[in-house]
């Protein structure tokens, strides 16, 4: 079993010679800052991931969170890991120097919580949960709220979770019943249900704040109605300290699948006692909040849909080299030594598809977390407008491309080990059932799929389109040795074919062909994701082979060679398939929107 959470040299090369994350120091807000400095919290979460986060990741899943007398009993190890993550600044780690934080780029803290989440995907939901919950307050919330709450937040006293959804109401916010009534002092009391709500009761922290949907009494229909509230555990006084217990209370624990860890849990308000709520920003704009929130969190559902398959591959990488099984097809003698499994195609197949998956999945998020610091750190406005707009886009490809591909990482290293990847003996069943989750929480893939082809395409007449065509013409024109430029025509010739397949789509939802148009848009989202992804190995190839001529060590070669090999792997067996999608698409395929329910 390796301890390799990301192979750190991978990661450095993705930042600093693919990405130049080390250019980001020029830039007024991280001034402070060196690639010294990024190493070094990069460093320190690596071991911080190892020792407080891996050492309890299987007991965590074997020993799930109980419900008892009321309470949540766990692992004392999970609040010891949050409070060493609490400590060392890493909730307020992208935050300004006044609200404690260290002002780190979102590369980088998205890089310290890859190890994280690669280390003890249930243990990280908690301070993850937190930070995103804190950055609505941060932003939306009032001086009071940001008094009362942020700072216990961010210094890792309170946690905090997303109420959205509900049990008749996951997919369909528009149609959450969570109910908030005024009260003459200026609050409101909330009443309803929540269900599979993280984090939503625990025995971590000294408080929980729950930012939950809500409908205020007599709002308009459907998601104009929305407003989002913060519903403390305990209510808090003016200091943040917390007094009586608030009228939400835990309902039920839900027993799951992976993600062990994180407690899952039924929430009700206002049943037993009274619910208090306080209005974040102006009534029924809370969905536009929300998404503040949600985006946030489905680049991190990618991140770390990205970073369990990488665990997963690591260990399979390193289980197929030391064991030994059968010769070489070849090899006619039965009495010469069996050769290390490693040795055989097949298993390089399913280890250079890991690898493809996981170390371009997650080149394809860091690019989410360069976009979101280009957003709001870029020096030049007119790139900060940019750079909103490409996120905006690529969120649906962020949050689904490696939660889709994620789990069919981890899938092959459970084939890689045999008989053992089956067991609980060894690690990758865990990783399996963890990554499971990620298609479909935070807007499952489907609907991923509908916003990409429904919505983000054609915003600001499709301007965001355009931005990203730009984008790749770059890295298309920088191929220059006879492998890169081979790689770069076949995904400028696929990217041709899908701008016309996306211009007739578009024409036929301009013609009202709604439901025929969008029943296909999963085959939509692979396709761009395909091709998106296919970019991201281009970069990464282009890199390589420009280092490796000047590479002065074995080991330096062996890893830019091995980034072509995974390269080439991505253009030769996985971007021919999106011509699969392209048939489909273009024929507006109707097998399944034409299926009827009776006839299954
Ligand atoms: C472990 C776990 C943790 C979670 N954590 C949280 C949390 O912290 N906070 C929170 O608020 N929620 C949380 N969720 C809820 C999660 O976001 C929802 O499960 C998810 O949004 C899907 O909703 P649903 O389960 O009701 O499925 P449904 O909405 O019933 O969807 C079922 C299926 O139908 C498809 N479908 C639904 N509507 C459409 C449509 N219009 N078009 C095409 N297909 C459609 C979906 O893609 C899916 O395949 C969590 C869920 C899990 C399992």
Redesign the pocket.
């Given at each position: 079993m390796t301890d390799t959470l990301i192979d750190r040299r991978d990661l450095a090369f993705q930042l600093y010679e693919v990405m130049d994350t080390e250019s980001l120091i020029q830039r007024e807000r991280f001034s402070e800052h060196s690639k010294e400095t990024f190493d070094a919290v990069i460093e320190t979460a690596d071991k911080m991931a190892k020792e407080k986060f891996a050492n309890h990741n299987s007991a965590a899943d074997k020993d799930e969170p109980k419900f008892v007398n009321g309470q949540v009993e766990m692992l004392p190890d999970v609040k010891q890991a949050f409070d060493a993550y609490a400590e060392a600044g890493f909730l307020a780690g992208r935050y300004d120097y006044d609200l404690g934080g260290m002002q780190l780029p979102e590369s980088v803290m998205a890089a310290c919580n890859g190890f994280f989440t690669a280390a003890n995907p249930g243990t990280a939901g908690y301070p993850f949960?937190t930070t995103a919950a804190a950055n609505l307050i941060r932003v939306f919330g009032n001086d009071e709220q940001k008094t009362k709450f942020l700072s216990n937040m961010l210094s890792g006293r309170y946690s905090g979770?997303?109420?959205?959804?509900e049990p008749h109401?996951?997919?369909?916010l528009a149609d959450i019943r969570t109910s908030a009534t005024p009260t003459a002092d200026g609050h409101y009391l909330i009443k309803g249900a929540?269900?599979?709500?993280?984090?939503?009761e625990q025995s971590i922290t000294e408080n929980i704040v729950h930012m939950v949907l809500a409908k205020i009494k007599g709002a308009p229909a459907g998601v104009k109605g929305i407003s989002l509230f913060i519903v403390p555990k305990f209510h808090v006084d003016e200091n943040g300290n917390p007094g009586d217990r608030n009228g939400v209370s835990l309902a039920g624990l839900?027993h799951?699948l992976g993600?062990r860890g994180?407690t899952?849990t039924a929430l009700s308000f206002g049943d037993d006692a009274p619910c208090h709520g306080y209005l974040v920003g102006e009534p029924h704009q809370g969905l536009k909040y929300m998404f503040q929130m949600m985006n946030e969190a489905r680049i991190g559902v990618g991140f770390g849909a990205a970073v369990i398959g990488y665990r997963g591959y690591m260990h399979s990488l390193e289980y197929a080299k030391d064991r030994l099984q059968g010769r070489k097809a070849s090899e006619k003698n039965p009495e010469s030594p069996q050769v290390p499994i490693i040795d055989h195609a097949d298993v390089r197949r399913m280890l250079l598809a890991q690898k493809a998956y996981s170390e371009g999945g997650l080149a394809l998020c860091l690019y989410g977390a360069r976009l979101m610091d280009d957003q709001h750190t870029h020096p030049d406005e007119q790139k900060r407008m940019e750079a909103g707009k490409l996120l905006d886009l690529l969120t649906p490809v962020i949050k689904a491309w490696p939660s889709e591909y994620g789990p069919k990482a981890n899938d092959l290293a459970i084939q890689v080990y045999g008989g053992a990847g089956y067991t609980r003996e060894y690690p990758v069943e865990q990783c399996w059932r963890d990554n499971r989750?990620n298609p479909?929480?935070?807007?499952?893939?489907?609907?991923q799929a509908?916003d990409l082809l429904g919505r983000k395409i054609w915003q600001d007449q499709s301007h965001g389109l355009q931005l990203l065509m730009q984008e790749m013409q770059v890295d298309l024109q920088a191929a220059t040795t006879e492998r890169c430029q081979q790689w770069a025509l076949s995904l400028s010739e696929t990217l041709q074919q899908a701008v016309k397949v996306t211009q007739s789509l578009g024409k036929s939802l301009m013609g009202g062909e709604v439901d025929k148009t969008l029943a296909n848009a999963s085959c939509y989202l692979h396709l761009f994701g395909h091709i998106i992804v296919a970019w991201m190995w281009l970069r990464q190839a282009n890199a390589a082979a420009h280092a490796l001529g000047s590479a002065n060590s074995d080991s330096e070669r062996n890893f830019y060679q091995g980034k072509l090999q995974a390269a080439q792997y991505f253009f030769h067996w996985e971007l021919p398939t999106v011509a699969q999608d392209l048939v489909l698409l273009r024929n507006q395929d109707d097998t399944c929107l034409n299926m009827k329910a009776d006839w299954f």
């Open positions: 949960l979770t997303m109420a959205l959804t109401a996951g997919s369909s929540k269900i599979y709500i993280s984090g939503g839900i799951k993600y994180t899952s989750l479909i929480h935070e807007g499952t893939n489907g609907i509908l």
